[in-house]
């Protein structure tokens, strides 16, 4: 089919270009912004990164949204917060400039990923497959004079995938090795992994959860410490691991599962340590005990299925709040054994900017005319380009 | 500033173009579909209309839309409804594209304004401006495989302007007059007229309400008939003007305001009526004679916009539902003198999709790089591209 767009986009492509990335997570902190630059070079893309940001969300802001996913509202709420988002993220891109040094006139494209209240991929139990993050692109791009693209996800979706997840494009991109396998880690909630075929290798990207990420981790933090996470894992280093309980742990069915799997909250929440808990001698057990176990299941999981399903993979590139956990950190360093273990800062990509620098390189996509989505991963019918573009 | 869209631009103006245009208005009735061609010739441009087409909503459609508007809803309403207006619109342009013969294959581009579930301008009531149309840009993209322009009205109203009206940059563009000043005149609920000064003139396009359009004669017909409207002007042709009303009627002071002004169903609905007739005895006066008078009333009403602040215009082109009612019709030919009173039919511009039309219009300008607003009309501070393009 004839693209009207075919002269732009070959220009576009023609030289580097900076563009913003704006990412705000479904934990509502606030907004993630990596200005970075990107080129062709050969048959492949490169980028520099120039400088992050972050600033949190207001009160307002952070409540508003909460409303909206949690509570039934009136329409005017989400067309409110469409104006309201792209309002705040102006503000921050300038900040981001301003403090970064980076002049605003050297950024040529905006891609925000805008802020998800609604996300129901195919096959999940509501009729309609659709996905909803807000922000408007129009009013971005006018209060900047800047071109914005806008709504990543609905086209994969459109093609029948699951609208995620999307960063597997960019590690795809950057990531891959010419001549061996690697695979990303992302230790969130949950842990998922993307395997990246050496480049030399005709083998799909694929991506899946693997267990557990900081879930249970956290969950046991809480019953018995109150707090929130294992900071720099000092509850985990100073337990010792039960046997009994790892044993039950490493039972779980999903571990040995052969992906694509995606698990969650109802797998390995709350519900999965009380279980746990029921098996062993409360309170005679430490709770460092329990952490350490936990941690242990956790970094066992990650690499039983880099083992059994990363095929060959000799590197792990790990990002996520997990990595900052050093008891689990070195746990999985020894279960991976030959393979090694680094993080996603020592290819320049700082974890907590790594989606921010995902959107800004999708961005860079749309506007050179090239898909952003990996059908192996996300099950799309066939690769989009994703977004919406605004134009001032 | 530098534009990545120049190339694209440029030769998208080159050649004649075929958009669709696709309408959904707030009276939920359906769906209107217009396939044209757009064409710059030498400083203008011009349109060739190839079809038409409209189907009606279903109603699960109709109702999930009202209750999005009138309740508080969860959010996974608006979600899904993005995606269904997107899926409907789709099924709608291939029935189109099979009735009227025309190749989907020969659409360039798709304009949709969407299904809109709320607009509060700059100056209203609530703090944040913002305007929302439902259907997802992206999910039609797909489906279609076809580029996809979508959410008109934000760009205007972050520039400050009412997001509203937007037809007059369509008014403006066809139906101009080289040597003399033209008039378009839309009768809906509510009267209002686009005053096009002749293309030789520097004087800017203007656009105002002048008063009620079906608005009064409806509710008459309602109240004394139980019909919602005054078919083929059958009612008020069978009665008289009761010039004591008419009076009372005339010394409304909107009717004399200077423009800009607009006005809704708060001044002149059922409240206006119920006043009006309290002035009359009833039942002896017949119900034929309120609705001749408030025919007669609507006539001069916008007569009167034209003479006092229409700027010598010579000729008023009419749309909107109000032209199918022939009293009202002749009452305003009357009225206006020497002014020429003709339908946009006459200008191969059917009535009721001219919306539609406006909008494939619209997307035809977004996609060449041209601002679709006009200022003096929304009020925005400045021209903006207008809406957001989804490329399959």
Not at 16 to 32: F, N
Not at 219 to 229: E, R
Not at 350 to 368: R, S, V, W
Request: net charge neutral; hydrophobic share 40%; aromatic share 8%.
């Amino acid at each position: 089919m004839t693209n009207y767009y075919d002269a732009s986009r070959k220009e576009w492509l023609s030289r580097p270009q900076i563009v913003a990335g704006v990412m705000t997570g479904t934990s509502l902190d606030g907004i993630d912004i990596a200005i970075a630059e990107f080129e062709q070079q050969g048959k492949h893309n490169v980028f520099r990164l120039l400088g992050t940001y972050f600033t949190p969300y207001s009160t307002y802001l952070h409540d508003k949204i909460l409303n909206v996913t949690e509570k039934k509202r009136p329409v005017s709420d989400i067309a409110e917060l469409q104006v309201e988002l792209a309002e705040v993220y102006a503000t921050a891109i300038l900040s981001a400039c301003n403090i970064t040094e980076i002049p605003i006139s050297s950024i040529k494209s905006i891609g925000i990923h805008g802020q998800t209240v609604w996300h129901n991929p195919p096959g999940s139990r509501k009729k309609t497959a659709a996905t909803l993050q807000l922000a408007n692109g129009s009013t971005l791009a006018q209060i900047l004079q800047i071109p914005v693209v806008s709504d990543f996800r609905s086209a994969d979706i459109a093609a029948g995938g699951q609208g995620a997840p999307l960063v597997p494009a960019f590690d795809a991109a950057f990531l891959r090795h010419d001549d061996y396998g690697v695979c990303t880690l992302n230790i969130g909630g949950i842990a998922n992994i993307t395997l990246l075929p050496a480049r030399s290798s005709s083998a799909p990207v694929s991506a899946f959860d693997t267990g557990p990420g900081n879930m249970l981790i956290d969950a046991a933090s809480l019953l018995f410490f109150g707090k929130k996470f294992d900071d720099a894992g000092k509850f985990s280093q100073a337990g010792i691991c039960i046997p009994g309980l790892l044993k039950i742990c490493l039972e779980h069915n999903f571990l040995q599962k052969a992906p694509p799997k995606s698990t969650g909250r109802e797998m390995f929440g709350r519900q999965f340590l009380d279980k746990l808990l029921s098996s062993i001698r409360l309170p005679a057990t430490p709770g460092e005990d329990v952490i350490r176990t936990v941690t242990e299941f956790t970094a066992e999981s990650i690499a039983m299925n880099i083992r059994l399903f990363g095929g060959g993979v000799r590197q792990v590139i790990a990002s996520g709040g997990g990595i900052r956990n050093p008891t689990l950190m070195n746990c999985l360093m020894q279960k991976l054994g030959d393979i090694e273990l680094i993080t996603s800062d020592d290819f320049g990509v700082p974890t907590d900017f790594k989606e921010a620098m995902c959107f800004a390189y999708i961005a860079y996509l749309t506007l050179g005319g090239l898909p952003g989505n990996i059908p192996s991963v996300t099950g799309a019918q066939r690769q989009c380009v994703l977004g919406s573009i605004s134009t001032p």
